[in-house]
C-alpha cells in the first residue's frame, strides 16, 4: 500500500508564508516527478508546481517568484514553500507522485494525497 501524506496547511493573513510537505511511504521502487496542485472552490484542479527526480521545476504564471518547491529524495518527501500569500492562493493543496510501486511490472502511476486545506485571509 502507497500512500501520501501532506501537512503544513493553516490559515494565515495575506503577505504570509506556509511550508508544505508531502511524505510518500509504502512499496515504492521509485520516484520520479512530485509536485503540488490546488483546487480552490468553485474551480478545476490546477497545477501549482513540479520538480522532476534531477531537480528541474516548472511553476504555474499565478506564483512564480512566490513559491518554491523542492525534494528530499532520501526522505521520499516534497516541499512547497508559500511567501508572500494571496487570497487568490485560498485553496485545498494536493500533492502528486509518478512513482512505481511494487506489484505494478514497471508501469508508473500517479498517486495523489488528500489534500490539505490552505486559507488566506485578507
Known amino acids: 500500500q502507497v500512500q501520501l501524506v501532506e501537512s503544513g496547511g493553516g490559515l494565515v493573513q495575506a503577505g504570509g508564508s506556509l511550508r508544505l510537505s508531502c511524505v510518500a511511504s509504502g512499496s515504492i521502487l521509485s520516484i520520479f516527478s512530485m509536485g503540488w496542485y490546488r483546487q480552490a472552490p468553485g474551480k478545476q484542479r490546477e497545477l501549482v508546481a513540479r520538480i522532476a527526480s534531477g531537480g528541474s521545476t516548472n511553476y504555474a504564471d499565478s506564483v512564480k517568484g512566490r513559491f518554491a518547491i523542492s525534494r528530499d529524495n532520501a526522505k521520499n518527501t516534497v516541499y512547497l514553500q508559500m511567501n508572500s500569500l494571496k487570497p487568490e492562493d485560498t485553496a485545498v493543496y494536493y500533492c502528486?507522485?509518478?512513482?512505481?510501486?511494487?506489484?505494478?511490472?514497471?508501469?508508473?502511476?500517479?498517486?495523489w494525497g488528500q489534500g490539505t486545506q490552505v486559507t488566506v485571509s485578507s
Open positions: 502528486t507522485a509518478d512513482m512505481r510501486v511494487y506489484g505494478s511490472g514497471y508501469a508508473v502511476e500517479k498517486f
